[in-house]
């Protein structure tokens, strides 16, 4: 969990603020190529719900990106999958 907020410390706007309380664990998954850990919340400076997550496969990839789109879990897993992001 450190490593995940020290990555939204630098990437996502005002992450430098957020605690292990602000982020609220979704779901779990198993993709092709990884299996993933999704959180959301709030992005501190903006109010925009976002999505953190780690896959492994090897090596660990930690991810953020803003829901601009208003995407389901499940939908924005599958945009991971796709590498649409």
């Known amino acids: 969990m450190r490593q995940l907020l020290d990555y939204l410390a630098l990437e996502a706007p005002g992450g430098?603020?957020?605690l292990e309380t602000d982020l609220t664990f979704?779901?779990?998954a198993r993709l092709p190529r990884?299996?993933?850990w999704i959180w959301s919340?709030?992005?501190p400076d903006g109010g925009d719900n976002a999505y953190a997550w780690v896959a492994?496969?090897?090596i660990t990839?930690?991810?953020y990106e803003t829901d601009y789109h208003g995407l389901k879990t499940e939908q924005f897993l599958l945009a991971i999958q796709?590498?649409?992001f």
């Open 26 to 28: 979704l779901r779990t």
């Open 41 to 43: 919340f709030l992005e």
């Open 82 to 84: 796709c590498e649409c």
């Open 34 to 36: 990884s299996d993933i």
């Open 56 to 58: 492994v496969n090897g």
């Open 16 to 18: 430098e603020g957020l």
């Open 61 to 63: 990839e930690i991810g």
